[in-house]
Structures are given as C-alpha cells and as structure tokens.
C-alpha cells in the first residue's frame, strides 16, 4: 500500500469534530501527509409557505459563510493547518466534497460516521453520499454517542 499524500477532512462543526481532527492529523503526521479542511454551506431555499416572513435584513448564506470561515480558520490554526488549506464551499455537501478532493489530489477523505443527519443509522446521509461517489479512500471515523 503507497502511503496518503493528502487527507481532506469533512467538518460539519458538529460534536464530533475534534475526534475527526484529532484522527486525521495523527494520520497525517504517521504519513507525512498534506492536511486540509472543508465545511459546505448549502443553499438556503425558504419555498412560498414564507412569503409572510419578514425581508432578513442579512444574506443568509453569506452570514453562515462567515461564520463558518471563522471557525473553520481557528480549527486550522489548532492542528497547524496552512489557511489556504481550509476552505468554506458553497453548493450540495456530497458534490461539493468529492469534486473539491478530486480537484486538490486528495487520496484520503476522513468523514463522521454520523454528524448532523443519521444518528441511528449505520452510517449518517454524508458519509453514506461520499463513501459511494468517492475515487479515493474514505475513513468514516466512529462517532459514538
Ligand atoms: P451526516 O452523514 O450528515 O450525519 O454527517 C456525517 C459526516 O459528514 C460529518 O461527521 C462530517 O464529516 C460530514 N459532513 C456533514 N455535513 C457536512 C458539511 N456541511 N460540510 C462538510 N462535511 C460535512
């Protein structure tokens, strides 16, 4: 087996965060291995049922874009991880991680057995998503509740 030359971690901000950091960058110190970062922010669709909702007086998704960015660029700076290399994307989570790691040369996505979605399921929506669109490995880390 060659060994991983650069590990994508998925993070949803979700409690089990740091235990994907932590596995990923102990990973990717045995490898000497690039490691990067990822969140996506979807598309916030409010359907016609909100017509009477109020105009916001922010963008939505730009406000969950900074926000995200924020926190994203501190986990980076825990685990010694270049700022380039931690990005905020916008689009469908499973597109948006598997075209981002085939783009960047990723041989190692590290996902969460479960985050947001999927508690009680063998595996959450995500991780299910990108362990069958992936070409390169994926570690769905276990996430016990
Ligand atoms: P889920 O299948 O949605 O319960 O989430 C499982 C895992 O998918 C999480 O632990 C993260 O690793 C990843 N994930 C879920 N949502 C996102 C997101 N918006 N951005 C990046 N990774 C995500």
């Not at 060659?2 to 990923?24: G, K, M, N, P, W």
């Amino acid at each position: 087996m060659t060994d991983y030359r650069h590990i994508l971690v998925a993070v949803d901000f979700s409690a089990a965060t740091e235990q994907l950091c932590t596995r990923a960058s102990d990973l990717a110190q045995r490898y000497a291995a690039r490691l990067s970062l990822v969140h996506v922010v979807e598309p916030v669709v409010i359907g016609p049922a909100y017509d009477m909702l109020p105009e916001l007086p922010f963008d939505v998704e730009e406000e969950l874009r900074t926000r995200a960015e924020a926190k994203l660029a501190e986990l980076a700076g825990r685990y010694a991880i270049e700022p380039a290399d931690a990005q905020v994307l916008n689009g469908l989570t499973k597109g948006a991680i598997l075209e981002h790691a085939e783009a960047n040369g990723v041989d190692l996505i590290v996902v969460g057995s479960h985050g947001r979605h999927g508690v009680g399921l063998l595996l959450g929506s995500t991780a299910n998503a990108v362990l069958h669109g992936a070409r390169c490995d994926v570690l769905a880390v276990r996430i016990r509740e």
